[in-house]
């Protein structure tokens, strides 16, 4: 789906094009400002340092979705982000207002997502003073934005959004934030400025070393064993039928990380599934095994390495693919290292790849698929994959599923078998709990005319369970499935499995009838016991025309496996008991 | 800067105090051009800061482009692979460009202003300013202070040698370094497209 880049930032694109009239207000500056770059909605909420803008905000052709926490604001524009391709942007208030943007501006921006946060500060002159509702936002963002700025003229409102924006699209994507204070936004300007005077804003990544290509080449063709490891970068890119291409001309098999999950065909005879902590135990045997490593468009954090030491021990040639020259060696210490955008490199790398068939290697990782496949217990309880298939073979191609985190995610994770980019959304830098509903609300709003599904357990759900009543407001159906085990089930298992199997504090014993509170907020709500009511409940939900809850009662004791236990190796892999 | 007012310990401070170099050996010298605007200072520390990259000295001055700040620190990488200190430091927007002058052989130099209370010895002090090249900058019955310069070895030096004066305070900046060779990293400089005159 090639739309999902060709709909990137192209600002400008039939859009009112018309500057205020001089004059006019900072709030208007900034709102012409975003409307050429081809914001269509801000979501947002309103207090006393960003009314100006609000007071303008009508007369913009842009649509406001009134959120109820300033966090959901963040991830709704996240999730609008991830699941179109385009900016997201949010909109709060000064003090708590700005404060409580953080938590989702991190959430985006680990996991390069292309976010603008404008927040209203306090009258330039009261800067500083300890004023009323006063953050020092700036401050407090440094460690969780791309960039930011402070805007002190209204004069420069326009050429700071225009580099805003630019700087969140552009080389990694990531949140970057505009703090405004109260008077500039309501300051009367004659001429904007047209530039901020700024030395370097992108660092344009120079086209990938041919040098560096043609080793790598080298390394691949000569390999036994090769596996390629995906991630997100490869959508970001476009790459995805240039990774394909790859691994048939090479025979490599390719394992993806979470945020990769899509990005190569899950059903293709090649596909490995995720790696790492909780990922396939064929995919970690694979990379334990083989000669050659490509990893493209990922970091490669510790969720994905588990011991160091343990991450591709054989591997005689690592090559790591990344736009960011910060990844290139902070962990894993790639003997190739290309910076560079994974579409442009892994098609250099195609020219130079002779297509080789390797079917020994192809028939030692089938052996693997099979010797450690997913199994889940089948107890007579609800079990979660049951309930995930039952979803996914109802969603189109196109329709978008949001993970939570905690056992949701990685269950949702495991099972998912789209292959569109854009339609598999999670938190994976972060793994921030309540990340679901507020993203599949801000995934809705980008994408009108597509299902967009939320999966979470009833611990994430709650977090940020107020926005139901934005989806309802917004009219934005989306369709939340909450994985009800009553506990905190990674944090359980992890007691059960790594902390002497102390049960602490995990027990869920108070949590409201979902399918009553669902209706309370004006969703369709039902709870779901057995499989046999899985199929009639997930088609009520779907066709009913506003948001829908299912309230689903899993095995409470259900676990996520194949698991790495900590400290240890991606060979050492435990695998789910036999049932 | 150090500044020990009053009790100052002579040349115990002095020769502790190593100010001018780093003590692990995994120590870079790193040269930044950064955009002269409000809060730049704390994006780069936090940046260090936020990545276990320990900022073990900083010096600031005038390049010769307007609205560009020159920066000279070192920074222990600490269990960091030392690269990541280029690295981080070159995704700031605020980073005009960043160079590890450490393996170029830099020029380096600092600076360091000694007071002493002369107490009837002050000829005796002259003395050995002359001797070690220091230049007086201001003199009255109370105080003499003196200015030294040069290479971070030679300030060390100089400095060992007057402690056995009776110093009152003293200050010494952190060195600044031009360096020779090419830069490490490929940062280019250029504007960007819309950028136009200030």
């Given at each position: 789906m090639s739309s999902f880049l060709a709909a990137i930032d192209e600002p400008g694109r039939d859009l009112p094009s018309a500057a205020p009239a001089p004059g006019a207000t900072g709030a208007e500056f900034l709102l012409a400002a975003l409307v050429r770059e081809?914001?269509?909605?801000?979501?947002?909420?309103?207090?006393?340092?960003?009314?100006?803008?609000?007071?303008?905000?009508?007369?913009?052709?842009?649509?406001?979705?009134?959120?109820?926490?300033?966090?959901?604001?963040?991830?709704?524009?996240?999730?609008?982000?991830?699941?179109s391709g385009r900016v997201g942007v949010c909109l709060a208030t000064s003090g708590p207002g700005a404060l409580n943007l953080i938590t989702g501006l991190a959430t985006a921006h680990f996991d390069s997502v292309p976010v603008v946060a404008i927040t209203g500060q306090v009258a330039t002159a009261t800067i500083g003073t300890d004023a009323f509702q006063e953050s020092d936002v700036i401050g407090s963002c440094l460690s969780v934005t791309k960039h930011s700025y402070q805007v002190r003229d209204a004069r420069d409102l326009s050429a700071v959004v225009a580099e805003a924006f630019h700087v969140a699209r552009t080389g990694r994507p990531g949140a970057v934030l505009i703090d405004i204070p109260k008077d500039v936004q309501q300051q009367p300007v004659s001429v904007a400025r047209g530039s901020t005077g700024r030395y370097r804003v992108h660092r344009a990544p120079a086209p990938p070393s041919s040098e560096l290509v043609a080793r790598a080449a080298a390394h691949l063709a000569a390999a036994e064993r090769p596996v390629i490891l995906a991630g997100r970068g490869v959508a970001v890119a476009g790459a995805q039928g240039a990774l394909q291409r790859l691994a048939e001309a090479s025979d490599a098999a390719v394992g993806n990380t979470l945020l990769g999950t899509g990005v190569f065909p899950t059903r293709h005879p090649l596909a490995l599934g995720l790696v790492g902590f909780m990922g396939t135990g064929y995919c970690n045997q694979a990379v334990s095994d083989c000669d050659c490593l490509v990893m493209v468009g990922m970091r490669a954090d510790d969720r994905v390495t588990c011991r160091l030491d343990g991450f591709a021990p054989r591997a005689e040639h690592i090559i790591h693919i990344n736009i960011d020259p910060a990844e290139l060696g902070k962990t894993v210490d790639a003997d190739c290292q290309i910076v560079g955008d994974a579409k442009q490199v892994l098609e250099a790398?195609?020219?130079?790849?002779?297509?080789?068939?390797?079917?020994?290697?192809?028939?030692?990782?089938?052996g693997w698929r099979q010797r450690h496949p997913l199994r889940h217990p089948h107890n007579g309880l609800l079990q979660p994959q049951e309930v995930l298939a039952a979803c996914y073979e109802r969603l189109g191609p196109d329709d978008i599923t949001v993970a939570d985190v905690g056992l949701n995610q990685m269950w949702a994770a495991a099972a998912w078998?789209?292959?569109?980019?854009?339609?598999?959304?999670?938190?994976?830098g972060q793994g921030t709990m309540g990340f679901a509903l507020p993203a599949a609300i801000g995934a809705q709003a980008a994408n009108p005319d597509r299902r967009v599904m939320s999966v979470c357990g009833e611990g994430g759900f709650m977090m940020t369970i107020q926005e139901l009543a934005t989806a309802v407001e917004a009219d934005l159906p989306v369709k939340v499935i909450i994985l009800n085990n009553r506990q905190l089930g990674m944090v359980r298992q992890f007691q059960d499995v790594f902390y002497a199997g102390v049960r602490s504090q995990i027990d869920h014993t108070v949590t409201p009838d979902f399918q009553m509170l669902a209706r309370a907020f004006g969703c369709h709500g039902q709870v779901v016991r057995s499989v046999a009511d899985l199929g009639p409940a997930i088609d009520a939900a779907l066709a009913y025309p506003g948001p829908a809850l299912l309230d689903c009662w899993i095995d409470p004791e259900a676990n996520i496996y194949p698991i790495v236990p900590f400290g240890k190796g991606l060979a050492d892999f435990v695998e789910c008991p036999e049932s | 800067m150090i500044s020990q007012a009053g009790a100052f310990g002579g040349s115990d401070?002095?020769?502790?105090?190593?100010?001018?170099?780093?003590?692990?050996?995994?120590?870079?010298?790193?040269?930044?051009?950064?955009?002269?605007?409000?809060?730049?200072?704390?994006?780069?520390?936090?940046?260090?800061?936020?990545?276990?990259?320990?900022?073990?000295s900083c010096a600031v001055g005038q390049g010769s482009e307007s609205g560009v700040l020159n920066l000279w620190l070192r920074v222990d990488p600490g269990t960091q692979p030392a690269d990541q200190i280029v690295k981080q430091l070159n995704k700031l927007i605020d980073v005009v460009s960043v160079d590890d002058l450490t393996r170029s052989e830099p020029i380096e130099w600092a600076m360091a202003l000694v007071e002493f209370r002369p107490d009837g010895r002050g000829d005796q002090i002259e003395e050995t300013l002359r001797r070690v090249r220091a230049e007086v900058v201001h003199r009255d019955p109370e105080r003499l202070i003196a200015a030294l310069a040069g290479p971070p070895d030679l300030v060390q030096a100089m400095l060992d040698e007057l402690s056995q004066l009776p110093i009152v305070d003293f200050v010494c900046s952190r060195p600044m370094a031009l360096g020779s060779g090419s830069p490490v990293t490929a940062c280019e400089p250029a504007r960007h497209a819309q950028a136009g005159s200030k």
């Amino acid at each position: 789906m090639s739309s999902f880049l060709a709909a990137i930032d192209e600002p400008g694109r039939d859009l009112p094009s018309a500057a205020p009239a001089p004059g006019a207000t900072g709030a208007e500056f900034l709102l012409a400002a975003l409307v050429r770059e081809g914001v269509d909605t801000i979501f947002g909420l309103p207090g006393g340092a960003n009314l100006p803008i609000y007071q303008y905000l009508p007369a913009f052709p842009l649509r406001h979705v009134l959120v109820r926490h300033e966090q959901g604001a963040a991830h709704m524009a996240d999730g609008y982000a991830r699941a179109s391709g385009r900016v997201g942007v949010c909109l709060a208030t000064s003090g708590p207002g700005a404060l409580n943007l953080i938590t989702g501006l991190a959430t985006a921006h680990f996991d390069s997502v292309p976010v603008v946060a404008i927040t209203g500060q306090v009258a330039t002159a009261t800067i500083g003073t300890d004023a009323f509702q006063e953050s020092d936002v700036i401050g407090s963002c440094l460690s969780v934005t791309k960039h930011s700025y402070q805007v002190r003229d209204a004069r420069d409102l326009s050429a700071v959004v225009a580099e805003a924006f630019h700087v969140a699209r552009t080389g990694r994507p990531g949140a970057v934030l505009i703090d405004i204070p109260k008077d500039v936004q309501q300051q009367p300007v004659s001429v904007a400025r047209g530039s901020t005077g700024r030395y370097r804003v992108h660092r344009a990544p120079a086209p990938p070393s041919s040098e560096l290509v043609a080793r790598a080449a080298a390394h691949l063709a000569a390999a036994e064993r090769p596996v390629i490891l995906a991630g997100r970068g490869v959508a970001v890119a476009g790459a995805q039928g240039a990774l394909q291409r790859l691994a048939e001309a090479s025979d490599a098999a390719v394992g993806n990380t979470l945020l990769g999950t899509g990005v190569f065909p899950t059903r293709h005879p090649l596909a490995l599934g995720l790696v790492g902590f909780m990922g396939t135990g064929y995919c970690n045997q694979a990379v334990s095994d083989c000669d050659c490593l490509v990893m493209v468009g990922m970091r490669a954090d510790d969720r994905v390495t588990c011991r160091l030491d343990g991450f591709a021990p054989r591997a005689e040639h690592i090559i790591h693919i990344n736009i960011d020259p910060a990844e290139l060696g902070k962990t894993v210490d790639a003997d190739c290292q290309i910076v560079g955008d994974a579409k442009q490199v892994l098609e250099a790398l195609l020219e130079q790849m002779p297509p080789r068939p390797r079917p020994e290697w192809r028939a030692a990782v089938d052996g693997w698929r099979q010797r450690h496949p997913l199994r889940h217990p089948h107890n007579g309880l609800l079990q979660p994959q049951e309930v995930l298939a039952a979803c996914y073979e109802r969603l189109g191609p196109d329709d978008i599923t949001v993970a939570d985190v905690g056992l949701n995610q990685m269950w949702a994770a495991a099972a998912w078998t789209g292959t569109e980019p854009g339609t598999f959304l999670n938190s994976g830098g972060q793994g921030t709990m309540g990340f679901a509903l507020p993203a599949a609300i801000g995934a809705q709003a980008a994408n009108p005319d597509r299902r967009v599904m939320s999966v979470c357990g009833e611990g994430g759900f709650m977090m940020t369970i107020q926005e139901l009543a934005t989806a309802v407001e917004a009219d934005l159906p989306v369709k939340v499935i909450i994985l009800n085990n009553r506990q905190l089930g990674m944090v359980r298992q992890f007691q059960d499995v790594f902390y002497a199997g102390v049960r602490s504090q995990i027990d869920h014993t108070v949590t409201p009838d979902f399918q009553m509170l669902a209706r309370a907020f004006g969703c369709h709500g039902q709870v779901v016991r057995s499989v046999a009511d899985l199929g009639p409940a997930i088609d009520a939900a779907l066709a009913y025309p506003g948001p829908a809850l299912l309230d689903c009662w899993i095995d409470p004791e259900a676990n996520i496996y194949p698991i790495v236990p900590f400290g240890k190796g991606l060979a050492d892999f435990v695998e789910c008991p036999e049932s | 800067m150090i500044s020990q007012a009053g009790a100052f310990g002579g040349s115990d401070a002095i020769s502790q105090s190593q100010f001018l170099h780093g003590s692990s050996p995994r120590v870079r010298l790193i040269s930044l051009r950064v955009e002269d605007r409000a809060g730049v200072l704390q994006r780069i520390t936090n940046c260090l800061a936020r990545r276990g990259l320990h900022l073990a000295s900083c010096a600031v001055g005038q390049g010769s482009e307007s609205g560009v700040l020159n920066l000279w620190l070192r920074v222990d990488p600490g269990t960091q692979p030392a690269d990541q200190i280029v690295k981080q430091l070159n995704k700031l927007i605020d980073v005009v460009s960043v160079d590890d002058l450490t393996r170029s052989e830099p020029i380096e130099w600092a600076m360091a202003l000694v007071e002493f209370r002369p107490d009837g010895r002050g000829d005796q002090i002259e003395e050995t300013l002359r001797r070690v090249r220091a230049e007086v900058v201001h003199r009255d019955p109370e105080r003499l202070i003196a200015a030294l310069a040069g290479p971070p070895d030679l300030v060390q030096a100089m400095l060992d040698e007057l402690s056995q004066l009776p110093i009152v305070d003293f200050v010494c900046s952190r060195p600044m370094a031009l360096g020779s060779g090419s830069p490490v990293t490929a940062c280019e400089p250029a504007r960007h497209a819309q950028a136009g005159s200030k």
